[in-house]
């Protein structure tokens, strides 16, 4: 049996891997589960999954929890140091879903701790990346991708064939904005942006897929996880999602991975690595599908990608710029304070002004990105 805790386990990602769990109750046992606010959904999961530590961020919400799971024999703290101490407690494997930089302290706790880390939240990587793979080689932690890209990469990436790798090539649904021209983008409401043609996912990912930043923070991620260098990373708009990534080798071979548009097969694969195991997941039909379409992203309509290759080369804190300054403009155009157009706009406003050396510690990064995002919620206005 193999002991998870699922940090954010109230998110998308969170209760895929709750389901997964549920499925499989030979296989897993659950060490902690924890919730920014939904006290309610997360003391339903722990009534179920019956885990030894449950947290909620938000202090108002640890009575209501306190009182649900009243009987239960089940820790229940608050707190975003309760968040924290979740990621530190001793376990075979720990979901990393908690979305946005909320989510790199209780990452950093669970690497230090040496467990293997299936991480969801890219945000992380993007901001801290260099600090958070040198904390990586100090520790015997590892990094399972849990995004459908990065996962496909990790199933077909050849180690031992390193320095025979031409490309990695990303692909991209190119979100629900795909056909619409730059004027037609510029009116979209949050519930059109939020409607996602091929996956069901958190309202930050789904906004960040409708600019394509979330291809942008992908390219940042495939850096990092894989130890490439930028040019080398490629995006394809593939409208079907059925191809999730590829490996191009220099002898001409090119592997990919192929699954439905459905996290819970990713999530699985991190579950059970480097095993597989059996989920409950209809076929994949190739005839059923019939068509695979392929084509190259327009980078003038959707300039988040060479925000993101910008951040990569110009270094320092560029990359923990542009995702700290994209975490606010995003909040900012659900909140309908900016337009749809605006978000990307606005991260490159931030990015001319903000950049300095890169950060050298955790604690660096976290300064870093609080005075980021206050000067980009200055623009954004009340
Ligand atoms: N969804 C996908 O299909 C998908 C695919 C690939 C990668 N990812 C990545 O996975 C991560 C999670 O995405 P998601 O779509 O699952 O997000 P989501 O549905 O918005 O869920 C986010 C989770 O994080 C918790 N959370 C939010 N702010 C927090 C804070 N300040 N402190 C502690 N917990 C906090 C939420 O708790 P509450 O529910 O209480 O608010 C929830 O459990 C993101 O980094 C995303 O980029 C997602």
Known sequence: MKTVSILG???SVGCATVDLIKELPDEYVVDSLTAHQNWQLLAEQAKVL???YVAVAKHEYYQPLKSALAGQNIQVASGEKAIIEAGAREVDLLM?????????????????QGTTVALANKECLVSSGEILIKELNKSKAKLLPVDSEHNAIFQVFETHNKSHLDRLILTASGGPFRDCTLEEMKEKSPTEALAHPNWNMGEKISIDSATMMNKGLEIIEAHYLFGVKEPVIDV?????????????????SVLAQLAQPDMKIPIAYTLSWPK???????????AKVGLLE???PDVEKFPALRLARESINLGGSACLVLNAANEIAVAGFLAGKIRFTDIVTLVEKVLEKNIESAPKSIEEVILMDTEVRKFTESIVGA
Do not use: C, E, W
């Open 294 to 296: 392929f084509y190259d």
């Open 50 to 52: 019956k885990p030894r």
């Open 236 to 252: 394809l708009i593939h409208p079907q999602s059925i191809v999730h990534s590829l490996v191009s080798y220099s002898d001409g």
């Open 96 to 112: 990393a879903a908690i979305v946005g930089s909320a989510g790199l302290l209780p990452t950093v706790a669970a690497i230090r």
């Open 276 to 286: 597989r195991i059996n989920i409950n997941m209809s076929r994949l039909d190739l």
């Open 9 to 11: 386990s109230t998110g």
